[in-house]
Nanobody
Framework: QVRLVESGGGLVQAGGSLTLSCAAS????????MSWHRQAEGKQRELVAT?????RTTYSDSAKGRFTISRVSLKSYLQMNDLRVEDTGTYYC?????????WGQGTQVIVSS
């Protein structure tokens, strides 16, 4: 089992920045990638960014140029700059391992205009 705990969410004004953190624990051997997903109220969860074990990163179109995902040991980070009202939602950390995906409980981000 992999346990993921997110932190760093909060209320921020449009144009501001936040950094989300995700700490992995448990049986972490075999994690191939870590990712961040966002779910706005009433909408489906969407992939925001992924960092693979070799360091390669991918981003959604809305995140490119504004968000940076990174991973250091058992922690993943999502640096979010130039936040927009539409970035509001619950952000979930996920880990992809050989036996499936694991999810955290989420951290809420609210961007005010």
């Amino acid at each position: 089992q992999v346990r993921l705990v997110e932190s760093g969410g909060g209320l921020v004004q449009a144009g501001g920045s936040l950094t989300l953190s995700c700490a992995a624990s448990g049986t972490v051997v075999g994690i191939r990638s870590m990712s961040w997903h966002r779910q706005a109220e009433g909408k489906q969860r969407e992939l925001v960014a992924t960092v693979f074990s070799g360091g390669r990163t991918t981003y959604s179109d809305s995140a490119k140029g504004r968000f940076t995902i990174s991973r250091v040991s058992l922690k993943s980070y999502l640096q979010m700059n130039d936040l927009r009202v539409e970035d509001t939602g619950t952000y979930y950390c996920a880990a992809d391992r050989y036996d499936g995906n694991y999810w955290g409980q989420g951290t809420q981000v609210i961007v005010s205009s």
